[in-house]
């Protein structure tokens, strides 16, 4: 049975959900790009850092710019992006996260965030959580994207806790894939249909408690 040290979090679709909001700004830019931008196309995009989203875009749209125009496209995208989540409330924390989180913190278990995103600071101080994490490892801090595992490493040495006594949750496959890569457990937030790497799946946090979580770590986590 696995000694649980830490919690490490993925930001968005696991205690917020932004991914409308970027999925809005990354349409206003495929629309002035003339680029055909689906809901589905932006599934392709959950875990992934801003340029490497950038890129799977213009791949979509068969588009060759060069790394100037690049640039300029992603200080576009994060300027929209930034307009809609400066107004994000408290209201807009996913059920379950906030008990979750203390319950956690109740029994010493240290939590951090590890998310691709550089407006995770932001968002954390928007909805008023920021104080809650013990570590935030980030775009800020950070510079490979997922599946690389150096997020949720750098999140591991922020706390002090080894790999293997850390649990991540996630709610994309570039995410889970890094969690594994650096030697942690893992459970999936979303789709069993598409989380299938995951050592454990639920649909939100709201299914979580902490007696449920140590009943994991006996019976299916690393």
């Not at 495929?30 to 995009?45: K, M, S, V, Y």
């Not at 710019?65 to 408290?90: C, F, G, S």
């Not at 598409?194 to 009943?215: C, D, M, P």
């Amino acid at each position: 049975m696995m000694q649980i040290g830490a919690c490490i979090f993925d930001l968005d679709g696991v205690i917020v959900d932004t991914a409308r909001y970027h999925f809005l700004a990354w349409k206003r830019l495929t629309d002035q790009l003339g680029i055909h931008f689906t809901i589905e196309d932006n599934e392709r995009l959950k875990g992934v850092s801003r340029m490497a989203s950038l890129e799977i875009i213009l791949e979509i749209g068969n588009r060759k710019p060069d790394e100037r125009q690049k640039h300029e496209y992603a200080v576009l995208k994060n300027n929209w992006y930034t307009d809609y989540i400066r107004k994000m409330t408290p209201d807009e924390i996913l059920p379950g996260s906030l008990g979750f989180i203390k319950e956690l913190r109740n029994a010493n278990i240290r939590v951090a965030i590890g998310s691709a995103s550089k407006n995770t600071p932001m968002i954390l101080e928007r909805v008023g959580i920021l104080e809650l994490f013990d570590a935030v490892a980030d775009g800020n801090n950070v510079s490979k994207a997922k599946p690389d595992p150096e997020v949720f490493t750098k999140a591991a040495n922020m706390v002090g806790v080894k790999p293997g006594n850390c649990v991540v949750f996630e709610d994309a496959v570039a995410g889970i894939q890094a969690a594994l890569n650096a030697g942690m457990s893992c459970i999936g937030v979303g789709s069993p249909k598409v989380l299938t790497e995951a050592h454990f799946v639920v649909s939100g946090l709201n299914e979580l408690t902490l007696s449920k979580l140590i009943s994991l770590a006996k019976d299916i986590l690393l």
